[in-house]
């Protein structure tokens, strides 16, 4: 009898375990009712849902939102095994989508950060680049390429960037300034918006690029008098000496991946855009072994921390064809296929940006077309009839209206339908170029961050006028129904959603007591749908990310404010990232 009742025992154990296997998340109690892993409570939260904008309460299972709502409406939802966050008031908003990033070439430039549980592995890591933002002069621009010198190996390259000739009165540097300090060894130091670098008379002598070298399509050897090169290359110049560059090991690169997306957990960013190792002159077969050596790499072995959305150069579509067509455009969770990209011009920084009018203190210079015209309407309509979602970088007035030109055109050619072309930068424009956004759907992705660099600089290269007329014209563009997809350029820029929001909002530069073209602030609802749930719209993602919604991953950030101080002050600083539900990083 006793055996009997024994294998009568073992068999009931034996359904409970199965059932507990086959639905962990039911609890038996109330019908079946699910039982969320996570209740986030007595919150103030902004779900950037226009449905439902604000909640007190949010439930979440395996990954993804459940219910959302007041504490009351969740609560059948707890069971034995639920964890309670109770985040005594704070504002809880999506987690952030940067929609326009650099990731490794971020990592690749090492950070420092500020003590907390992240910083305490990082802080001590060594630039793995020479740091020039912050030179002030021409002696300080010397003196850091002089101290990386040190120890450096004979014929080693030195690499770095970041440097910003407004700092010291435009003045561009030339291999003249750095070639006694780094005789032995090649260097490559590029401007801050990547459109333009200075190489040493050792690397110039290595690339081949002498007094009768010519200029290639797109780009600018800069010359002596007498047509020597100075050590300026800009935008499509650049291709003729970082050919020579040996590249990123595949550990460096890798090494890269983990610690930028580190520091974007921090900043509360959870999903972002990224361009690659993509700028004028590099070389497009670095995206793509990015690609394959890190991304999928990370991702089959766990090491993926953030979700990233991947556009390559245009000129490998049939790359990104192939591949969309064999693994579709959702790779995982945390890795998306999103389309591809190309440029129409060059920076305002390089002068290179392209516009109608030339450049107040380059007179014979509009800037530069860095893609023939026929070659991307060709290709542009080809890409669009695959399905392929389209980004080009455009930052002069005359580039954004050539692209909406192409656009339109494409429209013509293929018909209507749901194409979210994305427009990179749209910095300055032309008066009829904002209402063609809305009215082609075109996407305006835009760093606010980067007017605080522009407002000085456009001015003096455009004119106040001009720069005022048609620069960064965010509450322009939302008031003629484009959206809009806020991000920051990283490693151009910070990646430091709040401090976009900021200035979004403020549009103060540093030394200015009044806002920069005030009228195209925007309210800090709007600057947050940006970095949220129109960011998501921009790459297709909106159906998994960007409002807190039930059904989509349950991707988020406790903020260090409420909704009502937040609103009225644009300050504040990220205390938790979650992702998928997961702690993902914590402020000490």
């Not at 806002?515 to 129109?534: C, F, G, H, M, Q």
């Not at 790459?539 to 909704?563: N, R, Y």
């Amino acid at each position: 009898m006793m055996g009997k009742n024994f294998l009568l025992f073992i068999s009931a154990t034996s359904v409970l375990i199965l059932a507990i296997v086959l639905f962990p998340a039911f609890d038996t109690t109330r019908n079946r009712t699910p039982v969320a892993d996570l209740i986030v409570k007595n919150a103030d939260i902004y779900t950037s849902d226009s449905a439902h904008p604000f909640a007190e309460a949010m439930a979440i299972r395996l990954g993804r939102i459940l219910r959302i709502g007041n504490y009351s409406s969740v609560q059948e939802l707890i069971g034995p095994g639920t964890e309670q966050l109770d985040v005594a008031g704070k504002l809880v908003v999506p987690g952030f989508i940067d929609s326009h990033v650099h990731l490794i070439p971020g990592g690749l430039q090492g950070v420092y950060l500020r003590t907390n549980i992240w910083s305490r592995e990082l802080r001590n890591l060594k630039m793995k680049r020479v740091k020039l933002r912050d030179a002030r002069s021409r002696v300080e621009f010397v003196q850091k390429v002089k101290e990386a010198v040190v120890g450096k190996t004979k014929g080693s390259w030195v690499l770095g960037g970041g440097w910003n000739n407004e700092f010291w009165g435009k003045e561009l540097p030339e291999a003249s300034w750095i070639d006694d300090v780094s005789s032995e060894n090649p260097v490559w130091l590029s401007r801050m918006d990547g459109h333009m670098g200075l190489a040493n008379s050792l690397a110039l002598k290595m690339a081949g690029i002498t007094k009768n070298t010519d200029d290639p399509a797109g780009g600018t050897i800069v010359r002596t008098a007498n047509g020597e090169p100075t050590g300026m290359l800009v935008d499509s110049a650049m291709k003729l000496l970082l050919s020579s560059i040996p590249d990123v090991s595949i550990d460096e690169r890798r090494d890269a991946l983990v610690r930028a997306s580190k520091l974007a957990l921090m900043r509360g960013v959870t999903t972002v855009v990224d361009l690659g190792r993509y700028f004028p002159g590099e070389s497009a077969e670095a995206v793509w072994k990015d690609f394959s050596d890190v991304y999928n790499w990370a991702d089959s072995t766990g090491k993926m921390l953030i979700r990233v959305c991947l556009f390559f150069p245009m000129e490998t579509w049939s790359r990104l064809a192939d591949l969309i067509k064999a693994r579709s455009r959702v790779i995982s969770h945390w890795i998306y296929l999103g389309g591809a990209k190309a440029f129409s011009d060059g920076s305002l920084g390089s002068n290179s940006a392209l516009f109608y009018e030339p450049y107040v203190d380059e007179p014979q210079n509009n800037g530069l077309h860095l893609t023939d015209k026929d070659w991307l309407l060709k290709t542009m309509i080809l890409l669009d009839k695959l399905g392929l979602q389209i980004a080009v970088h455009a930052i002069g007035d005359k580039a954004n209206d050539l692209m909406l030109d192409l656009y339109d055109s494409i429209s013509t050619a293929n018909g209507l339908r749901d194409r979210r072309p994305r427009i990179e930068h749209a910095q300055h424009l032309a008066p009829e170029a904002v209402k063609r956004f809305g009215q082609l759907s075109v996407i305006a992705s835009v760093q606010p961050d980067h007017l605080l660099d522009d407002a000085n600089s456009a001015e003096k290269k455009l004119g106040v006028d001009r720069a005022q007329r048609g620069s960064y014209l965010f509450q322009s563009l939302l008031s003629s129904g484009a959206q809009i997809a806020f991000g920051s350029d990283w490693p151009v820029a910070d990646i430091n959603p709040l401090q976009g929001i900021r200035t979004a909002v403020r549009r103060i530069p540093p030394g200015w007591e009044n806002a920069w073209i005030a009228s195209e602030r925007v309210k800090p609802s709007d600057a947050l749908n940006a970095y949220t749930i129109s960011a998501a719209f921009a790459c297709f993602l909106d159906h998994e990310l960007g409002s807190l919604t039930p059904g989509k991953l349950a991707d988020f950030v406790v903020l260090s404010t409420s909704w009502e101080d937040f609103e009225e002050n644009v300050s504040a600083s990220v205390l938790a990232t979650y992702v998928g539900g997961k702690l993902a990083y914590f402020s000490d």
